[in-house]
Nanobody, 125 residues
Framework: HVQLVESGGGSVQAGGSLNLSCQASGFTPGRSYCMGWFRQAPGKEREGVVYIYTRPGSTSYADSVKGRFTVSQDDAKNTLYLQMDNLNPEDTAMYYC??????????????????WGQGTQVTVS
């Protein structure tokens, strides 16, 4: 049973930074798989922020966060990170960690991801 636990959300002023973490468990280590981050603002649909195909570590970012957000992984800790810099109020949302241990093709389509964390709130004022 795959589990994803996010942390690191909070409230910051515009221009500030946050670093989100996603602790993953219940998967087979040493394999390639898709992981990523989605977000959902009040009254809006969920949108993809970034995904990574863990080996070789190829990534894809949403245009709205390119140059400001950076995804990284620590295999030893089974943890995915999202460094968010130069935040603006439009980044305010619940941020979700996602995973797909079976697919070899990652996507920004929310319905394609079978495993979701509980979310961590990011508020930018």
């Amino acid at each position: 049973h795959v589990q994803l636990v996010e942390s690191g959300g909070g409230s910051v002023q515009a221009g500030g930074s946050l670093n989100l973490s996603c602790q993953a468990s219940g998967f087979t280590p040493g394999r390639s798989y898709c992981m990523g981050w989605f977000r959902q603002a009040p009254g809006k649909e969920r949108e993809g922020v970034v995904y990574i195909y863990t080996r070789p570590g190829s990534t894809s970012y949403a245009d709205s966060v390119k140059g400001r957000f950076t995804v990284s992984q620590d295999d030893a800790k089974n943890t995915l990170y999202l460094q968010m810099d130069n935040l603006n109020p439009e980044d305010t949302a619940m941020y979700y960690c996602v995973a797909d241990w079976r697919s070899k093709v990652c996507t920004m389509v929310p319905a394609a991801w079978p495993d979701w964390g509980q979310g961590t709130q990011v508020t930018v004022s």
